[in-house]
């Protein structure tokens, strides 16, 4: 137990690659060559057993997507709100389990509606990133009324577990262990007893065949597909993208010719970042709101841990939890207006600007009144971000390109080395407070 539990912060980190490093287990949490990835489900939840699941996926590092029925949504509450706080996806399995394709126009729309204000109620959010929550009509049971009352995107399956039948624990394993190709949906049954028994075993086989388990958002992002609303989706098979292959992924072999490779030695040298379990570095991956508070709390000489961070998605136990804290206390990174700090989300050029500026202000930087730079994209660049890419232009810590600032770009971890080596070297460190910690 104490090894699977290990795997659930080496999955943290993979992607991270902040936190202490320690021996791999488990697939990375970015799409490597070849790697496998599925979806786990679980319907007509939550209920006496979601805990239970959630802590045999804890165990084995497991992420999955929770399709809730919403009259028992405010009975389990907490359990929800554990859901989103582990990283879990929420979504709407309508909110008293009806055959929708034989139902009223307006019944579809109340069942659709009603779980989705219950779940914004107990959870503050409004939906899955650019859109509501997620949709699974019960029973398989959809016609065109349906899909345009939907909007929001609609799941079904290509896998289905068959817990709701039988009921047997050792055939979850050898049915749906054996079955499971990468790409695939799986439904499973929060409600069954025997689904949340035969769980661990089920999930020791996927370790084994080399399974990364994750939210459905993430298994259709990291394959390249955008989901639409009142749009039925089965899998992610044979998409001819692979988002981390293409674009993000870089030959470590060759890092010494990546063209922030110094500053990417420097960064290691000093502790500021790490290398992931797999000894790499992954310059091409997004710099995420997790990683940057991180990085930036190490260089300012933050330490110790804190009781709570105030956002609901941010444990005590998380890696970025006591450099969250302190950008909170010293007003140098924000949450999300739903009370979110979204630690994995990847931040913007412009994101990162202001954060920046916020902290070179605390060091005792003062924007001056001539020398920032006019980009070509000025425009582009959103009204509460204006002044801290000015500042950060002024003290050359983050500058566009050929005449370009690129505010909504997503910046990179090669950028995130370059940014705290400038730091370190300009010597921008925050002053101690009277009682001689550091905000």
Known sequence: ?????LCLLLTLLLCLSLAPVSQAAGGSAYDRPGQKLAALTFDD???????????????????ATFFMNGYKVRTYAKQIQRMVAEGHQIANHTYNHPVLASSSATKVRNEITGTANALTEVTGLTGTGDTGFYLRPPYGSWNNTTLSLAGVPVIWCTVDSGDWKYQDAARLTSYTGTVLQDGDIVILHEIHKTTAQGLDALLT??????????????????????????KVYYSAKNTGVNRCERALWFDESKLSTHWAAASIDYVRQKGLMHNNPYGEFTPNFPLTRGMFVTCLGRLAGVEGDTASTGYRDLSAGHYAAPYAAWAKEADIMRGLPDGRFAPDAPITRQELATALARYAALCGAERGDTGAPVYHDQAAIADWAKDGVALCGQLGLLVGSNGTFSP????????GAVILQRLNEADLRPQPVENGSNI
């Open 1 to 5: 137990m104490r090894k699977r539990f």
């Open 45 to 63: 939840g939550p209920g006496p057993y979601s805990d239970r699941i959630m802590d045999t996926l804890a165990a084995h590092g497991a992420k």
């Open 205 to 230: 086989k996927l370790d084994k065949r080399g399974f990364t388990l994750v939210t459905l958002e993430d298994l259709f992002w990291r394959r390249g597909i955008t989901p639409q609303a009142g």
């Open 408 to 415: 909504t770009d997503t910046a990179t971890r090669a950028m």
